[in-house]
């Protein structure tokens, strides 16, 4: 039997956009706490870290209260603009043909890795009818945050892959600097939240500018890494 490949997908960013959602969410913490709003670009560099780190990282000379509470306010507020039809999460264009070329595949395992909550990534899943698709879901409820390699090495054990056949795509410096951690592949995207050589800088072996030119890109990676071995 042929062992397993797997693919790792990052969420926001890469397989949904949420930008818009994230930097109101970040806004109305910040409103709530008295604090100024934050540029855009700012609040979007931290996307994918664990929000605790995330906030800290946005409001490093806050006290640690503060920054439980305006990561208890960022939950709240992303609740609330969840429910509404103009900040809904879409899916990338080409995400849904992709995850059905790859899960078609008898050699093949999809996951998630990333700093969502399970509450949000199921609330997606569920939206997009995307349930059964991933073996493996890592998300900030029982990981470190990322870049530490925790998240990929526990997908790896749950859908038992080995590091040479798995790969990690993702839109920010974090998911490259925590694959490379983790000894496995690493795909960047362009069409998410950092830029394309940020992601070569941070150890991607490549990067896809559309979701159509992904499958191609694994096939590459995957060559790759066996060469590596």
Known sequence: MTAPRLIVFDCDGTLVD????????????????????????RVLSI??????????????????????????AYKA?????????????????????????????????????????????DALLTRFDLHGRFITIQTADDNPSK???????RAMRESGAAASKTIMVGDTTYDMEMARAAGVGAIGVSWGYHQTD?????????????????????????????TET
């Open 18 to 41: 949420s930008q818009h959602i994230i930097v109101e969410a970040m806004g109305r913490a910040f409103d709530a706490h008295g604090l100024p709003r934050l540029p855009r670009e």
């Open 47 to 72: 996307v994918g870290l664990s929000l605790p780190i995330a906030v800290h990282r946005l409001l490093p000379d806050a006290h640690q209260r503060e920054v439980e509470a305006v990561s208890e």
């Open 77 to 121: 507020a992303f609740g609330d603009l969840r429910r509404l039809p103009d900040h809904q999460e879409p899916l990338y264009p080409g995400t849904l043909d992709v995850l059905n070329e790859l899960s078609a595949r008898d050699d093949t395992l999809l996951g998630i890795a990333t700093g969502k909550s399970r509450r949000g990534v």
């Open 147 to 153: 870049p530490h390699p925790e998240m990929i090495r």
């Open 198 to 226: 940020e992601l070569h800088h941070s150890g991607a072996h490549t990067i896809v500018r559309g979701y159509e030119a992904l499958p191609a890109a694994l096939e590459r990676v995957m060559v790759m890494l066996e």
